[in-house]
């Protein structure tokens, strides 16, 4: 009776102090500081269509959105804010139309975000086996809300802490055995499918290698679901939805980290040393499925991950920095592998905490014109986590098998 009443003082307590949070963040910062156009432009696309009947994919709701956003149209430079998620991701966006104004809503959407990153990186450090003390658990959060591309979600409503939260969620509920969940949580991932468009395929190959039949069940059947339950209420959906990813490229800002490198930071490989680099990357990832699903120690899975997610943020077409937060997987790894490592191990761990979250913060500041985040921002994430994951593989195949960090 005692620990059920404890439990219930500790509820209410974290449902007070999450509310007095979110009137804060909308008071001091959402109310007077106009922003969050990555969740206003989800808001903005579902209140059209909730509200003013509108098709969420239609060129009536991107308007009504760059009005909200620009207060006016955009300009043939500006991105446009289109809607480009599946219709189903109404799921998670519809309820914050309930508010009508867009600065609560976006204080709420911002607390939430947080959590969902706090309960994300928790899960992880499950995952990967790592139990450090308080206070170096106290930093790991504090570092995984400060470092650029979380703080720059959580500031602009960036869905991709969402994504984050359902992969190492599945992840966790895949080491659990238990399957069907883990596989349906994942499909919260798929709202925005450029964040799992190559980690997908993966999972579920590896599942089917691994007859885990019940994974490939929850994941396709909640999928159908959603799917076939968007068509009931929008029969257009799924054609609209394709067309506005087929343009995207024309009303959306940004390329692809590999495309910067190969044009912008090293112009001299141009097209030719792009489409080399694309596949040599597609071609490493592949032989990094090849070995985890034919290890029968499962010791590579996480390693292949990590490839999987670092390759995946580098050829995407468009890509944004915040979506970097998927890479908290493997990063957290290398900490707890680095942790373990006696004597150098954990001054090493905190050394990179703070020159990451300094030296992206400063190389923003330094580089940014505008409001607009300059290309240089997509490459240190990526290259740099991708070139220890090679560089590193052996030892961190060890640290797998020592500290069972399996699926």
Excluded: C
Excluded at 78 to 89: A, C, K
Excluded at 239 to 247: E, F, M, P, T, V
Excluded at 263 to 279: D, N, R
Excluded at 306 to 327: D, E, F, K, Q, W
């Amino acid at each position: 009776m005692i620990q059920r009443q404890s439990k219930g003082l500790g509820l209410v307590l974290m449902l007070v102090v999450a509310v007095g949070y979110t009137w804060a963040t909308w008071n001091y910062f959402t109310r007077p500081v106009p922003g969050g156009n990555d969740f206003l432009a989800h808001y903005t696309a579902w209140e059209a269509y909730l509200k003013y009947g509108f098709n969420p994919y239609s060129d009536e709701a991107a308007l009504h959105t760059q009005r909200v956003i620009y207060g006016r149209l955009a300009n043939p430079s500006e991105d446009q804010n289109r809607l480009t998620y599946p219709f189903y991701s109404i799921l998670l966006h519809a309820p914050f139309v309930l508010i009508n104004d867009h600065a609560v809503a976006r204080a709420v959407y911002m607390t939430l975000l947080q959590a969902a990153l706090f309960a994300g990186v928790i899960m992880t450090l499950s995952l990967v086996g790592w139990q450090p003390p308080l206070w170096l658990f106290a930093i790991t959060l504090t570092w995984s809300l400060l470092y650029y591309p979380e703080a720059r979600g959580v500031i602009l409503g960036q869905f991709a802490i969402f994504g984050f939260f359902a992969l190492a969620g599945a992840l966790l509920l895949l080491r659990q055995g238990r399957d069907a969940a883990s596989g349906a949580l994942l499909v919260l991932s798929t709202f925005k499918p450029t964040l799992v468009f190559l980690v997908v395929p993966f999972l579920l190959m590896w599942a089917m290698a691994r007859r885990r039949w019940r994974f490939m069940a929850g994941f396709l059947g909640t999928l159908f679901i959603l799917v076939l339950g968007s068509w009931f209420v929008l029969p257009t959906w799924m054609g609209d939805w394709l067309n506005r990813i087929g343009q995207y490229s024309d009303y959306t800002v940004g390329q692809s980290p590999v495309w910067l490198l190969t044009h912008s930071a090293l112009p001299a490989l141009g097209q030719v040393g792009e489409g080399v680099i694309v596949k040599v990357l597609l071609a490493g990832m592949v032989w990094s499925w090849w070995h985890a699903i034919r290890s029968r120690e499962d010791k590579e899975f996480y390693w292949s991950l990590g490839v999987t997610l670092v390759v995946s943020n580098l050829v995407v077409s468009r890509s944004a920095t915040t979506n970097y937060v998927m890479l908290l997987v493997p990063t957290l790894w290398l900490f707890a592998a680095f942790d373990r490592v006696p004597r150098w191990g954990r001054p090493t761990v905190l050394a990179v905490m703070f020159v990451s979250v300094v030296g992206l913060w400063w190389l923003h500041v330094a580089t940014v014109v505008g409001n607009q985040e300059q290309p240089i921002m997509f490459l240190p994430s990526p290259l740099a986590l991708g070139l220890v994951l090679m560089l590193g593989r052996a030892w961190l195949l060890r640290d797998a098998v020592m500290a069972r960090v399996i699926p």
